[in-house]
């Protein structure tokens, strides 16, 4: 429409000096009107459908319980293959847009958000060990489930619309906000009229009384889950109880983010069947540690475990093993990494030997002993020939960010090397730059640096590809003005 309306005016530009007073007299105001119109012109451009994003979790509970929606909650980075891979093949599909911003509250976490105080909550609650990690929370912020990895865009898909169709009731659940951000005027921005100054002569104004005492806040008015799990505390709490009350009482608490080990494990003490098919469900739900009832009663039968759940159930005990170790207390951790060690051999994990490294390297990362964690690198590199590259980045990554022994960082370059050389991956070459750099081998880093961006150029989706490379470009700059 710009376009066509500048060619057409310049279809009225006099074509000799003779005409030129009588151009400016006549025509000036239609590109007075021009210069008027060009805004709303470039502004009426469409533009793509896409998801409705928020950043803050404190903002997208307010919205989700105003509009009765659900949370969704994508932690992500920008260093994440899988995350960039989603959200340039899952995330903007129409109907994929069309169910987040109808029917969900769209919160993603990435490197920035992670520690920004208003996300600190689900952060700490959640802790993703890989990513993408997606969580599902109720539109009173309670927990529903969750995933980590990447998934198809018809998986994706279907497990939407299945969470839809299984918690349609808990939209009804939704409480009523009146204080949300997005309508509340901000107090600083609300300003008094300027008060007169009163005539030389004036009377003295009489003071004006003193307001009243704000009333008492209101009593919290509890959902009926609120109620109920309430009520189940306080029967457990006085000793009379059924074995449904701390089945239920376990559930909710989990649900609602309160400790719930001890009364799980109470009930499968209590509970005269473990085994039954409505226990076992229990049971892999419930076993979130190494110590935990239910996860001793899991390796213990875990072949009648794995002829119910199949392959999932390795998913299950890794993910606990994981989270276990990671979040051991310091003084706890080596116990617990012997708990899990324990448990691969005695559930025979398919990929234990894989899983037993992991946790090995969790636990002397957090330990920060570097030099027992390089014996480990080159000896499970070595004996399994690990031709992975995310793997071998990964870990020279981890050497990158923590480690000033010159030694240990030649060690770390040579495994960014071998990622490079099996896949010449953006990733790669930039932990390859920066590794050069910790080494004072500038030469080497600027190459290296170059090759990363020329690739991030040709990887990475034209949308996000400026600012990555941008993020990329400080990062290194910044580490070589450093040195």
Known sequence: MLLFATSFLSLLLPQNKNS???????????FFFLF??????????????????????EVAKIKAAEQGKFIFVDFTSKYCGNCKKMEKEVFTKLDIVDIFNKNFIFLRISDEELEMPENQEVVNNIQPAILPAMVFYKPNARFIDSHIGAQTYEEFFNMLLQLIQGNNDMLAEAP?????????????????????????????????????????????????????????GAKLNS????????????????????????????????????????????????????????TKLMVDNIAKFKEKYGTKINIRISETLRNSVRNAPESEK???????????????????????????????????????????????????????????????????????????????????????????????YQTCAILHIRLNDMDSANNCKTQCLELAAIELDERIAKEIINDIVKKLDKLISEQ
């Open 20 to 30: 030129m007073k009588c151009y400016y007299s006549t025509h000036r105001f239609l």
């Open 239 to 294: 000793g009379n109880y059924t074995l449904d009350d701390l089945k239920n009482y376990a559930y909710m608490a989990k649900s609602f983010q309160k400790p719930y080990q001890h009364v799980a494990d109470l009930y499968l003490v209590k509970t005269n069947d473990e085994l039954s098919d409505e226990n076992m469900q229990f049971i892999v739900d419930f076993a979130n540690t190494t110590t935990a009832n239910a």
């Open 36 to 57: 008027l119109i060009a805004p709303v012109l470039l502004k009426a451009q469409p533009k793509p459908l896409s998801i409705d994003i928020e950043t803050s979790w």
């Open 334 to 428: 080596k116990l617990v990494l012997d708990q899990a060690l324990a448990i691969i051999d005695k559930a025979k994990l398919p990929d234990g030997n894989l899983l037993s490294f992991e946790l090995k390297g969790m636990y002397y990362q957090g330990t920060k002993n570097w030099r027992e964690y390089t014996k480990l690198c080159k000896k499970y590199i070595e004996q399994f020939e690990i031709s992975e590259h995310v793997l071998l980045n990964n870990i020279a990554t981890t050497y990158a960010e923590n480690v000033d022994d010159p030694e240990l960082l030649k060690q770390a370059l040579l495994w960014a090397k071998k990622s490079v050389a099996i896949e010449p991956h953006y990733d790669n």
């Open 176 to 232: 009523t906000y009146k204080n949300s951000p997005s309508t509340t005027k901000s107090i600083t921005s609300i300003h008094p009229p300027k008060a007169e100054i009163p005539n030389f002569n004036s009377p003295v104004p009489t003071p004006a009384p003193p307001a009243p005492a704000p009333p008492p806040p209101a009593k919290k008015i509890l959902t009926t889950e609120e109620a109920i799990f309430e009520n189940l």
